[in-house]
Protein backbone atom coordinates (compact mmCIF):
# COMPACT_ATOMS: atom_id res chain seq x y z
CA UNK A 1 0.00 0.00 0.00
CA UNK A 2 2.71 2.59 0.83
CA UNK A 3 4.65 1.69 -2.66
CA UNK A 4 1.57 2.18 -4.31
CA UNK A 5 1.12 5.88 -3.00
CA UNK A 6 4.48 6.80 -3.44
CA UNK A 7 4.43 5.63 -6.92
CA UNK A 8 0.83 7.93 -7.29
CA UNK A 9 3.06 11.05 -6.24
CA UNK A 10 6.42 10.08 -8.63
CA UNK A 11 4.05 10.61 -11.31
CA UNK A 12 3.28 14.53 -11.64
CA UNK A 13 7.48 14.37 -11.89
CA UNK A 14 7.37 11.25 -14.32
CA UNK A 15 5.02 13.67 -16.39
CA UNK A 16 7.28 16.71 -16.09
CA UNK A 17 10.07 14.94 -17.15
CA UNK A 18 9.10 13.76 -19.95
CA UNK A 19 6.98 16.75 -20.78
CA UNK A 20 10.25 19.10 -20.36
CA UNK A 21 13.22 17.29 -20.49
CA UNK A 22 12.58 14.07 -22.56
CA UNK A 23 10.49 15.46 -25.48
CA UNK A 24 12.01 18.86 -26.17
CA UNK A 25 15.80 16.73 -26.36
CA UNK A 26 13.93 14.33 -28.92
CA UNK A 27 12.49 16.87 -30.64
CA UNK A 28 16.01 18.28 -31.20
CA UNK A 29 17.31 15.33 -32.08
CA UNK A 30 14.56 14.64 -34.70
CA UNK A 31 15.26 18.64 -36.02
CA UNK A 32 19.03 18.07 -36.78
CA UNK A 33 17.96 15.69 -39.27
CA UNK A 34 16.97 18.28 -41.53
CA UNK A 35 18.87 20.19 -44.07
CA UNK A 36 17.89 23.92 -44.76
CA UNK A 37 16.11 22.49 -47.45
CA UNK A 38 13.83 20.83 -45.18
CA UNK A 39 15.12 17.00 -46.80
CA UNK A 40 16.01 14.33 -44.20
CA UNK A 41 20.02 13.82 -44.31
CA UNK A 42 23.46 13.65 -42.08
CA UNK A 43 24.99 16.67 -43.82
CA UNK A 44 24.52 19.02 -40.43
CA UNK A 45 26.82 16.61 -38.80
CA UNK A 46 28.90 16.76 -41.01
CA UNK A 47 29.19 20.55 -41.22
CA UNK A 48 29.99 20.17 -37.27
CA UNK A 49 33.34 18.58 -38.01
CA UNK A 50 34.35 21.49 -40.61
CA UNK A 51 36.98 23.38 -38.61
CA UNK A 52 34.79 27.02 -38.18
CA UNK A 53 32.54 24.54 -35.91
CA UNK A 54 35.33 22.64 -34.18
CA UNK A 55 36.89 26.27 -33.43
CA UNK A 56 33.63 27.51 -32.18
CA UNK A 57 33.43 24.22 -30.19
CA UNK A 58 37.14 24.52 -28.83
CA UNK A 59 36.73 28.15 -28.15
CA UNK A 60 33.39 27.36 -26.18
CA UNK A 61 35.69 24.89 -24.14
CA UNK A 62 38.51 27.25 -23.53
CA UNK A 63 35.90 30.11 -22.26
CA UNK A 64 33.78 27.83 -20.35
CA UNK A 65 37.22 26.10 -18.49
CA UNK A 66 38.93 29.20 -17.80
CA UNK A 67 36.19 30.91 -16.28
CA UNK A 68 35.43 27.13 -14.07
CA UNK A 69 38.80 27.41 -13.23
CA UNK A 70 38.88 31.34 -11.85
CA UNK A 71 35.69 31.20 -10.33
CA UNK A 72 36.89 27.89 -7.90
CA UNK A 73 40.46 29.67 -7.32
CA UNK A 74 38.00 32.34 -5.76
CA UNK A 75 35.30 30.19 -4.55
CA UNK A 76 37.16 28.40 -2.60
CA UNK A 77 38.98 30.41 -0.45
CA UNK A 78 36.11 32.66 -0.03
CA UNK A 79 33.52 29.61 1.06
CA UNK A 80 36.11 28.75 3.70
CA UNK A 81 36.80 32.19 5.41
CA UNK A 82 32.65 32.07 5.11
CA UNK A 83 32.75 29.05 7.45
CA UNK A 84 34.94 30.51 9.87
CA UNK A 85 33.28 33.95 10.24
CA UNK A 86 31.17 34.50 13.07
CA UNK A 87 28.23 35.99 11.07
CA UNK A 88 28.22 33.29 7.73
CA UNK A 89 24.60 33.17 7.04
CA UNK A 90 24.36 36.55 6.87
CA UNK A 91 27.53 36.76 4.52
CA UNK A 92 26.55 34.12 2.31
CA UNK A 93 23.00 35.70 2.19
CA UNK A 94 24.96 38.64 0.81
CA UNK A 95 26.21 37.00 -1.73
CA UNK A 96 23.21 35.05 -2.74
CA UNK A 97 21.31 37.95 -3.17
CA UNK A 98 23.31 39.15 -6.69
CA UNK A 99 21.73 35.72 -8.16
CA UNK A 100 18.41 36.68 -7.67
CA UNK A 101 18.32 39.61 -9.85
CA UNK A 102 17.38 39.13 -13.29
CA UNK A 103 20.44 38.41 -15.65
CA UNK A 104 19.13 40.93 -18.20
CA UNK A 105 19.81 43.62 -15.81
CA UNK A 106 23.03 42.81 -14.59
CA UNK A 107 24.41 42.85 -17.76
CA UNK A 108 22.79 46.13 -18.98
CA UNK A 109 24.78 47.24 -15.53
CA UNK A 110 27.67 46.37 -16.34
CA UNK A 111 27.22 47.88 -19.80
CA UNK A 112 27.14 50.96 -17.75
CA UNK A 113 29.93 50.18 -15.63
CA UNK A 114 32.51 49.34 -18.21
CA UNK A 115 31.57 51.35 -20.84
CA UNK A 116 33.40 54.61 -22.03
CA UNK A 117 31.96 57.06 -19.77
CA UNK A 118 30.99 54.55 -17.11
CA UNK A 119 32.92 54.67 -13.64
CA UNK A 120 35.62 52.30 -13.92
CA UNK A 121 36.86 54.57 -17.15
CA UNK A 122 35.90 57.55 -15.15
CA UNK A 123 38.49 56.43 -12.00
CA UNK A 124 40.80 54.98 -14.34
CA UNK A 125 41.24 59.06 -16.23
CA UNK A 126 41.09 60.22 -12.37
CA UNK A 127 44.07 58.30 -11.73
CA UNK A 128 46.16 59.37 -14.97
CA UNK A 129 45.69 55.85 -16.73
CA UNK A 130 43.39 57.13 -19.23
CA UNK A 131 39.88 56.18 -20.81
CA UNK A 132 40.52 52.00 -21.90
CA UNK A 133 38.22 49.86 -24.30
CA UNK A 134 37.09 47.47 -21.26
CA UNK A 135 33.66 46.66 -23.15
CA UNK A 136 33.68 44.02 -25.97
CA UNK A 137 36.96 42.10 -24.91
CA UNK A 138 37.82 39.30 -23.59
CA UNK A 139 38.39 40.02 -20.24
CA UNK A 140 35.12 41.83 -19.94
CA UNK A 141 33.39 38.69 -20.44
CA UNK A 142 35.52 37.09 -18.27
CA UNK A 143 35.11 39.31 -15.44
CA UNK A 144 31.22 39.79 -15.65
CA UNK A 145 31.00 35.57 -16.28
CA UNK A 146 32.90 35.05 -13.63
CA UNK A 147 30.64 37.44 -11.47
CA UNK A 148 27.38 35.95 -12.60
CA UNK A 149 28.44 32.19 -11.75
CA UNK A 150 30.30 32.40 -8.36
CA UNK A 151 27.60 31.84 -6.46
CA UNK A 152 26.90 28.99 -7.77
CA UNK A 153 30.61 27.88 -6.86
CA UNK A 154 30.47 28.76 -3.54
CA UNK A 155 27.43 27.83 -1.98
CA UNK A 156 27.81 23.51 -2.57
CA UNK A 157 31.88 23.95 -1.43
CA UNK A 158 30.47 26.57 2.08
CA UNK A 159 28.01 23.04 2.32
CA UNK A 160 31.02 20.82 2.16
CA UNK A 161 33.29 22.53 4.67
CA UNK A 162 30.56 23.09 6.71
CA UNK A 163 30.09 19.42 6.82
CA UNK A 164 33.82 18.27 7.43
CA UNK A 165 34.51 17.18 11.26
CA UNK A 166 36.95 20.23 13.05
CA UNK A 167 38.09 16.90 14.97
CA UNK A 168 39.43 15.58 11.53
CA UNK A 169 41.38 19.32 11.15
CA UNK A 170 42.78 19.17 14.41
CA UNK A 171 44.01 15.25 14.38
CA UNK A 172 45.89 16.07 11.52
CA UNK A 173 47.93 19.26 13.63
CA UNK A 174 48.14 16.76 16.59
CA UNK A 175 49.85 14.51 14.11
CA UNK A 176 52.19 17.09 12.95
CA UNK A 177 50.58 17.73 9.55
CA UNK A 178 51.54 21.59 8.36
CA UNK A 179 48.65 23.38 7.38
CA UNK A 180 49.07 22.94 3.55
CA UNK A 181 49.46 19.43 4.21
CA UNK A 182 46.12 19.63 6.32
CA UNK A 183 44.57 21.17 3.49
CA UNK A 184 46.14 19.19 0.74
CA UNK A 185 45.47 15.21 2.32
CA UNK A 186 42.70 15.98 4.24
CA UNK A 187 40.27 19.47 3.86
CA UNK A 188 39.88 19.15 0.24
CA UNK A 189 39.77 15.49 -0.20
CA UNK A 190 36.64 15.83 1.81
CA UNK A 191 35.12 18.92 0.32
CA UNK A 192 35.46 17.08 -3.38
CA UNK A 193 32.37 16.46 -3.57
CA UNK A 194 30.91 20.31 -2.96
CA UNK A 195 34.13 21.10 -5.80
CA UNK A 196 32.51 18.74 -7.89
CA UNK A 197 28.79 20.15 -7.64
CA UNK A 198 30.00 23.36 -8.00
CA UNK A 199 32.20 22.93 -11.37
CA UNK A 200 29.17 21.37 -13.11
CA UNK A 201 26.57 24.28 -11.95
CA UNK A 202 29.36 26.55 -13.51
CA UNK A 203 31.11 24.86 -16.08
CA UNK A 204 27.84 23.69 -17.92
CA UNK A 205 25.54 27.01 -18.05
CA UNK A 206 29.43 28.55 -19.51
CA UNK A 207 29.37 26.51 -22.16
CA UNK A 208 26.26 27.80 -23.43
CA UNK A 209 26.35 31.36 -23.02
CA UNK A 210 25.04 33.90 -25.26
CA UNK A 211 23.65 37.04 -23.74
CA UNK A 212 26.68 38.02 -22.37
CA UNK A 213 28.44 37.36 -25.22
CA UNK A 214 26.43 39.70 -27.14
CA UNK A 215 26.06 42.24 -25.09
CA UNK A 216 29.49 42.49 -23.13
CA UNK A 217 31.78 40.36 -25.52
CA UNK A 218 30.01 42.01 -28.66
CA UNK A 219 31.15 39.73 -31.87
CA UNK A 220 35.14 39.10 -30.47
CA UNK A 221 33.58 35.99 -28.44
CA UNK A 222 31.67 33.15 -30.89
CA UNK A 223 30.78 30.51 -28.98
CA UNK A 224 28.01 26.85 -29.31
CA UNK A 225 25.50 29.30 -27.59
CA UNK A 226 25.88 32.10 -29.65
CA UNK A 227 25.51 30.10 -32.96
CA UNK A 228 22.52 27.99 -31.53
CA UNK A 229 20.76 31.78 -31.08
CA UNK A 230 21.91 32.69 -34.48
CA UNK A 231 20.72 29.48 -36.10
CA UNK A 232 17.42 29.63 -34.50
CA UNK A 233 16.87 33.42 -34.90
CA UNK A 234 18.39 34.90 -37.65
CA UNK A 235 19.73 32.18 -40.58
CA UNK A 236 16.81 30.09 -39.93
CA UNK A 237 18.92 26.99 -40.23
CA UNK A 238 17.16 25.34 -36.89
CA UNK A 239 18.43 21.48 -38.16
CA UNK A 240 22.11 23.16 -37.90
CA UNK A 241 20.77 24.69 -34.64
CA UNK A 242 19.49 21.49 -32.88
CA UNK A 243 22.55 19.85 -34.17
CA UNK A 244 24.99 22.03 -32.30
CA UNK A 245 22.27 21.73 -29.12
CA UNK A 246 22.43 17.57 -29.66
CA UNK A 247 27.07 18.22 -29.25
CA UNK A 248 26.01 20.42 -26.28
CA UNK A 249 23.90 18.22 -24.77
CA UNK A 250 25.68 15.30 -24.83
CA UNK A 251 29.42 17.48 -23.71
CA UNK A 252 27.06 18.75 -20.60
CA UNK A 253 25.94 15.01 -19.83
CA UNK A 254 29.98 14.01 -20.43
CA UNK A 255 30.60 16.73 -18.19
CA UNK A 256 28.26 15.87 -15.34
CA UNK A 257 29.67 12.28 -15.85
CA UNK A 258 33.31 12.74 -15.56
CA UNK A 259 32.58 15.41 -12.51
CA UNK A 260 30.15 13.16 -10.99
CA UNK A 261 31.13 11.35 -7.74
CA UNK A 262 31.50 7.34 -8.42
CA UNK A 263 32.20 5.49 -5.96
CA UNK A 264 35.16 2.47 -6.53
CA UNK A 265 34.22 -1.10 -5.97
CA UNK A 266 36.39 -3.11 -4.26
Known amino acids: MRNRVRNVYLIPYGLWIVLFVVVPIVLIGYFSLFDIDGKISLTNYQRFFTPVYLKMTFASFAYALVITVISLLIAYPTAYWLSKTKHKQLWLLLIIMPSWMNLLLKTYAFIGMLGTYGPVNSFLNTIGIGTRQILFTDFSFMFVAVYIFIPFMILPIFGAIEELSPSLIAA ?70 STLAVFLIITMGLTMWATSGRKRVK
Do not use: K
Open 172 to 241: AYDLGASPWTTFRRVIFPLTISGVQAGCQAVFIPALSLFMITRLIAGNRVITLGTAIEQHFLVTQDWGMG
